[in-house]
C-alpha cells in the first residue's frame, strides 16, 4: 500500500505540470498512455530509480486503471492502453548481502548510553532476526510483541499475509531495554522519531546509513557493499538458507514471501550451496598424458642426433 501511494504522490504532480493543471482539478482522461510512459521515463532519467523501481510504479498504475475497469466504464479503453504497457526488462545481479561479522559491526555501532542508540539497536536487531521490510518494521506497534517476555512478533506482511515469528533472546534484551526508554506519548508504535511520532522508512534509511558508516571504521569490508534496509533481510534469508542446508521454503516461510520462487536469488547468490553440490558430484576422471614419440630439442643436442 506504501508503495502505491509513493507512485502517486509523485504521478499526480508529474501529470499536472504536463497537462498544465492543478492536481485537484487532473482527470483520469489525463493520464494517457504516452503519459504513463513519459512519467517511467521520468523515474529512471531525472529521479536515477532503477528498472525494478519503475516496474514497481508501473505495476500500482496498472493496479489503479484496473480498478476503474468495472467502476468507470467509458475509461475502459484508456484503462487497456495503459495496462498494455509492458515492463521493461532487466539484468538480475546477484543480491547484496552481509556476512555475520558484518552484521554484528552494525549492530555494535549504536551508542547504547542514549535513547536513540538504544531504540536504533533495538531496531536493527529485530529487522535482522525477523528479516523484515522496512515498511514491516516502521508499521509495528506495540501490540505486535507477544508473550511476556517477548517471545514472538507478529508482522503484516505484502497482501495482508501475517505471520509469526520467534525472537533471541539477545533480541528481546534489546527492545526491553528500549522499551524501558520509550518516551510516554500517545501513540502505539513501536518505535518512534525524534518528536514522537511513528518513524518513518526514510527515517530509518538514514539511521542506518549513519551506523554503517561507524562500523565501517571496524570493519573495512563494509565499505564495498552498498548498505540498504533491505540488505539487512537479505542478511536474514542468506543465513535461514545456511542453517536450514538450502531449503528455500523455510526462507520464503520466515519472510513471508507468497512465491517460494522468490528465494531464487538467495541460492543464486549462496556459495555454500554451489560448493555442496560441487563436493555431492563426482568429476570425471583425467586420464594420465603422454610423451611418447615426442622429440625434445634437448635431448637431441645430448644424444649428437
Given at each position: 500500500m506504501q508503495s502505491y501511494r509513493e507512485c502517486f504522490r509523485l504521478l499526480v504532480p508529474y501529470a499536472a505540470k504536463r497537462?498544465?493543471?492543478r492536481p485537484c482539478t487532473l482527470k483520469i482522461e489525463h493520464l494517457t498512455a504516452a503519459l504513463v510512459l513519459a512519467f517511467l521515463d521520468f523515474l529512471e532519467s531525472e529521479r536515477g530509480n532503477g528498472v525494478s523501481t519503475r516496474n514497481n510504479r508501473l505495476a500500482a498504475i496498472k493496479s489503479f486503471f484496473r480498478y476503474?475497469?468495472?467502476?468507470v466504464p467509458e475509461c475502459l479503453d484508456l484503462a487497456l492502453q495503459v495496462r498494455?504497457?509492458?515492463?521493461?526488462?532487466?539484468?538480475k545481479p546477484l543480491i547484496d548481502w552481509l556476512d555475520r561479522t558484518e552484521m554484528q559491526a552494525i549492530l555494535d555501532a549504536p551508542d547504547t548510553?542514549?535513547?536513540a542508540g538504544l531504540r536504533d539497536r533495538a531496531m536493527m536487531h529485530l529487522c535482522f532476526a525477523a528479516g523484515l521490510r522496512v515498511s514491516e518494521l516502521t508499521g509495528l506497534t506495540l501490540d505486535s510483541l507477544s508473550g511476556p517476555q517477548l517471545e514472538t512478533v507478529r508482522v503484516m506482511g505484502k497482501g495482508r499475509r501475517e505471520r509469526e515469528?520467534?525472537?533471541?533472546?539477545?533480541?528481546?534484551?534489546?527492545?526491553?531495554?528500549w522499551l524501558d526508554v520509550r518516551p510516554a506519548v500517545n501513540n502505539r508504535y513501536l518505535f518512534l522519531s525524534a518528536r514522537g511520532r511513528a518513524l518513518s522508512t526514510d527515517g530509518f534509511a538514514y539511521i542506518l546509513d549513519r551506523h554503517v558508516a561507524k562500523a565501517v571504521l571496524e570493519t573495512p569490508s563494509l565499505a564495498g557493499k552498498r548498505v540498504t534496509p533491505h540488505v539487512l533481510r537479505h542478511a536474514t534469508a542468506m543465513s535461514v538458507l545456511h542453517v536450514c542446508r538450502g531449503d528455500?521454503?523455510?526462507v520464503s516461510l520466515w519472510l513471508g514471501h507468497a512465491d517460494v520462487r522468490t528465494t531464487e536469488d538467495y541460492l543464486r547468490?549462496?556459495?555454500?550451496?554451489?560448493m555442496e553440490i560441487l563436493e555431492a558430484h563426482a568429476p570425471p576422471s583425467i586420464r594420465r598424458g603422454s610423451f611418447k614419440g615426442v622429440k625434445d630439442?634437448?635431448?637431441k643436442v645430448l644424444e649428437g642426433k
Open positions: 497537462v498544465k493543471t476503474l475497469e468495472y467502476r498494455a504497457i509492458p515492463q521493461k526488462r532487466a539484468d548510553g542514549t535513547v515469528l520467534p525472537l533471541w533472546k539477545e533480541t528481546r534484551t534489546a527492545l526491553n531495554e528455500p521454503r523455510k547468490a549462496c556459495p555454500a550451496e554451489k630439442s634437448l635431448m
